[in-house]
C-alpha cells in the first residue's frame, strides 16, 4: 500500500439560491435558556418563504495528498474552519493519510481542549474526510472498511424537530408518518419550567396526541434538549407513562449526571443522551449505572468514525444500542450498516431539515419508505451538484 501524505487542507464554502423553506408553521423547541422569559422564543411561527435573491452557504472540508488521492466531507458546522485551519491544520501536513487511528490519537493530543466542543468537532470532520480518502483509495464505501454490511437497507425514525405542535397539525403528521413506514417517530417538546402548569400540560397532551393518532405499536420518542429540571422531568414522566415512550432525550445537561440516574431509578421512564458526550471515557459511566435506553453520540462532534465505532464496541459490551444522533448523515449512515442491527438498530433522519442541509449535494441521502439504501460509491460517495452552486470561496485564517 502505498504511503500518502497529506498535502492540503481545505475547507470549501459553496453558495446558491436558498432551498424552499419546509412547509407548515415552525414550533419552537424547549432548551436550558428557555427558563428566562425574555430569552423565551415565540412557541410556533408562522411559515414565511425565504426572501428574493437569499443565498444558502454549505462548507466541505477537503483534504489533499501528495499521490493526487482525495478526502471530502460535509457539511460541516460553521463553528469549525477557524479550529480547524488555525490549529489542526497545519500539523496534518506531511502526516501519512491512511492513518486515521494514529492521526485521531495525536489530534485529541494535540491541544488539552481537543477533547470536547469545536476543537472535537474540527477533529471529527477531519477524520470523516479521512475515512472518505481510504474509501477513495481502495474504491470501496466506508461501511465496507468497517467490516462489511449488516442489511442491504438501513431503518431510520423520523425525527420531527420544528413541526407545529397544534393538535389537528400533530395528527395529521404522526398518522402520516407512521404510514412512509419509519422506525418509529420523535417530537420535540416545546415548553419547561418557567412556563408552569400551562406548559406541563401541553407537553402532556402532546404525547397523548401523538400516541392516540399511531396507535399502540409505533415507538414514540420525545427531546427537551436539556430544558428541565428534575422535579418537572419526574412529573411529566409520571403523567405520561400509559403513552410508554420509548425514551426522554437529554432532560438535563449531561454535566448533571445524578439527576439522570435519579430520574431513571425513580421513574423508570427509559432515557437517551449522547450528542453531547464527545468520547467513549463520557459514555461510560451511563452504561455502567444502566441510565440510558440508547447512546446517541454524533460523528460530526464526538471524533468521527474512529470514535463512533469504539463507542459502539463499548456499548454493546452492556447491551445498549448506538442509535447516532442525527446532525449529519453520511458517516452515521455507513458506521450504522457495519454494525449488527442489535449494536446500531437505526438512524435518525430529521425530516425538516436534512433535506435543505444536503442541499447542494448531487445524490443526497434520502430515504424511502422509511428506510436508506446501503450506499455503493467510494469512500462516503459525496458529489456536489453544480447546477445548484452559484460561488465558491476557499477560506482562509491565516
Known amino acids: 500500500m502505498r504511503n500518502l501524505k497529506i498535502s492540503a487542507i481545505e475547507v470549501h464554502a459553496v453558495r446558491g439560491a436558498r432551498p424552499p423553506a419546509p412547509a407548515g408553521d415552525t414550533q419552537r423547541q424547549v432548551n436550558a435558556l428557555n427558563l428566562y422569559a425574555e430569552h423565551r422564543a415565540p412557541a410556533l411561527r408562522p411559515a414565511t418563504p425565504s426572501p428574493a435573491g437569499a443565498e444558502a452557504t454549505s462548507l466541505y472540508l477537503r483534504i489533499g495528498t501528495d499521490g493526487g488521492a ?8 460553521p463553528e469549525v474552519p477557524w479550529s480547524l485551519l488555525r490549529q489542526l491544520g497545519g500539523f496534518l501536513i506531511g502526516q501519512d493519510a491512511l492513518a486515521t487511528t494514529i492521526i485521531w490519537d495525536k489530534l485529541e493530543r494535540l491541544d488539552r481542549h481537543a477533547r470536547h466542543g469545536h476543537l472535537k468537532m474540527a477533529i471529527s470532520a477531519i477524520d470523516n474526510a479521512l475515512w472518505d480518502l481510504k474509501g477513495r483509495v481502495l474504491d470501496a464505501p466506508v461501511w465496507q ?3 462489511g454490511a449488516s442489511r442491504e437497507r438501513i431503518p431510520a425514525y423520523a425525527s420531527l424537530l420544528g413541526t407545529s405542535l ?8 404522526a398518522a402520516q408518518t407512521a404510514d412512509e413506514g419509519f422506525a418509529g417517530q420523535k417530537w420535540f417538546l416545546a415548553y419547561g419550567p ?3 402548569e400551562a406548559g406541563m400540560k401541553r407537553n402532556v397532551e402532546l404525547a397523548e396526541q401523538v400516541r392516540e393518532a399511531v396507535g399502540a405499536q409505533t415507538e414514540l420518542m420525545y427531546d427537551v434538549f436539556q430544558g428541565w429540571d ?3 422531568a419526574r412529573s411529566w414522566a409520571q403523567q405520561v407513562a400509559p403513552t410508554r415512550p420509548a425514551w426522554l432525550e437529554e432532560p438535563f445537561s449531561p454535566n448533571r449526571y445524578p439527576a439522570f440516574v435519579e430520574l431513571h431509578r425513580s421513574t423508570g421512564i427509559p432515557l437517551s443522551a449522547g450528542e453531547h458526550l464527545y468520547d467513549r471515557a463520557e459514555v461510560l459511566p451511563y452504561l455502567q449505572d444502566g441510565v440510558l435506553a440508547a447512546v446517541q453520540s454524533d460523528p460530526e462532534w464526538c471524533g468521527g468514525v474512529t470514535e463512533l465505532v469504539r463507542i459502539c464496541a463499548l456499548a454493546e459490551t452492556f447491551g445498549v444500542p448506538v442509535i447516532p444522533h442525527g446532525h449529519g448523515l453520511h458517516a452515521a449512515l455507513h458506521v450504522v450498516a457495519s454494525q449488527s442491527p442489535v449494536a446500531c438498530p437505526k438512524v435518525e433522519y430529521l425530516v425538516r ?5 444536503h442541499h447542494f449535494e448531487a445524490s443526497p441521502p434520502t430515504p424511502e419508505g422509511g428506510s436508506f439504501a446501503l450506499p455503493t460509491g467510494p469512500g462516503f460517495g459525496i458529489r456536489l451538484d453544480e447546477s445548484k452552486i452559484d460561488s465558491r470561496e476557499l477560506l482562509q485564517f491565516g
Open 230 to 232: 428534575l422535579g418537572y
Open 166 to 173: 397544534e393538535p389537528d397539525v400533530v395528527a395529521r403528521v
Open 70 to 77: 482525495e478526502g471530502f466531507y460535509g457539511p460541516i458546522d
Open 145 to 147: 472498511l468497517l467490516g
Open 194 to 196: 418557567g412556563e408552569g
Open 353 to 357: 431539515s436534512m433535506p435543505n442541509r
